[in-house]
């Protein structure tokens, strides 16, 4: 399992160049304000395309510019997560959770009864059926992470999902992810501003200059 990225993107006079090499890790994209942290997540998303070279996945081209090919973000796998939690507003947090796994094709049913699984090993059943409106913003997070993988996602993509959330909130969370994106056989990337997430949830660290 191998992902290679290797080329750019410009957005106006703005241009990120990358070149990276993946396996089954959870890396840290660190970096300045502006230097294109999100948008390397985008590209990888399949939200934004590359305007030149390749992005490679397990030796399927996902997006070439040269011969422009490639997979829309609907067909990647891929699970992200921002900084302000992202819940549906109108669906309860047992809804919420189902969500992926509905939209992949599994019936109601099932999706209730693997997200009720994933509520339960978490020890959230108290939320199981309120609104995001009732949930602090801890537990909000929370459900966006655990929705995160519910669905076996190949490529995870996480934009600074602990920076909004209060310092004490931060460690349990933390653990969380390293215990969750560890389980993940597929590709993680993490951006923070954060010291304690590279050292506690990550396993190498790109830094964007």
């Excluded at 422009?68 to 992202?86: G, I, K, L, Y």
């Excluded at 997200?115 to 090993?121: E, P």
């Excluded at 954060?194 to 964007?208: A, F, S, T, W």
């Amino acid at each position: 399992m191998t992902l290679r990225l290797d080329g750019s993107v410009n957005l106006g006079a703005f241009t990120l160049k990358c070149e990276i090499a993946s396996e089954n890790e959870i890396i840290a994209i660190t970096g300045s304000n502006g230097v294109g942290k999100t948008t390397l997540l985008r590209v990888l998303a399949g939200l934004v395309k590359l305007t030149s070279g390749a992005l490679v996945i397990d030796d399927q081209i996902i997006d070439d510019a040269e011969t422009d090919e490639f997979v829309p973000a609907h067909q990647r796998n891929v699970s992200m997560v921002f900084q302000n939690e992202t819940l549906l507003p109108f669906l309860t947090v047992r809804d919420n959770i189902a969500f992926p796994l509905r939209m992949s094709g599994v019936n109601r049913n099932r999706s209730h009864e693997i997200a009720q699984k994933a509520i339960s090993s978490h020890g959230i059943s108290n939320l199981a059926n309120l609104l995001p409106r009732d949930l602090s913003g801890g537990q909000s997070q929370r459900v966006a992470l655990i929705r995160a993988f519910i669905g076996a996602p190949k490529i995870v993509l996480l934009d600074e999902p602990l920076s909004a959330l209060d310092e004490n909130a931060r460690p349990e969370l933390r653990n969380f992810l390293r215990e969750q994106m560890s389980a993940v056989a597929g590709y993680k990337f993490f951006v923070t501003h954060d010291r304690q997430d590279v050292e506690k949830i990550c396993d190498r660290e790109i830094h964007l200059n």
